[in-house]
């Protein structure tokens, strides 16, 4: 079982910055894919972002369309924490943002490929 925890979530003006940090505690070594997804109000969870291990030296990272250009996701395998920068906030990026991880990365973009996810942490972006 891995445990999860999200920071840095916040508010912020259109065409801001905020970068969102996930720790990671447990069975990490098990660990090969780990995602962002967003849930907005009425709206269903959507995957944002997820970074896809390879071997110790290789990820792939993959992104929405939505975001593409503008979000950032990376990892400090040392310190066990994900990250996702997110430029050029749009209102529409409002939402909650969950970290998630999974053993296997078939459908890393999928919230049905998850197991492990943290609580969230609420992004906010005003116009």
């Known amino acids: 079982k891995v445990q999860l925890v999200e920071s840095g979530g916040g508010s912020v003006q259109a065409g801001g910055s905020l970068r969102l940090s996930c720790s990671a505690s447990?069975?990490?070594?098990?660990?090969?894919?780990m995602g962002w997804f967003r849930q907005a109000p009425g709206k269903e969870r959507e995957g944002v972002a997820a970074l896809v291990t390879v071997n110790a030296r290789t990820y792939y990272a993959y992104y929405a369309d939505s975001v593409k250009g503008r979000f950032i996701i990376s990892q400090d395998k040392a310190k066990n924490t994900l990250y996702l920068q997110m430029n050029s906030l749009k209102p529409e990026d409002t939402a909650m943002y969950y970290c998630?991880?999974?053993?296997?990365?078939?459908?890393?973009?999928?919230?049905?490929?998850?197991?492990?996810w943290g609580q969230g942490t609420q992004v906010t972006v005003s116009s």
């Open positions: 998630a991880a999974a053993v296997t990365c078939a459908r890393r973009l999928e919230e049905v490929g998850y197991s492990n």
């Open positions: 447990g069975d990490t070594y098990s660990i090969n894919c």
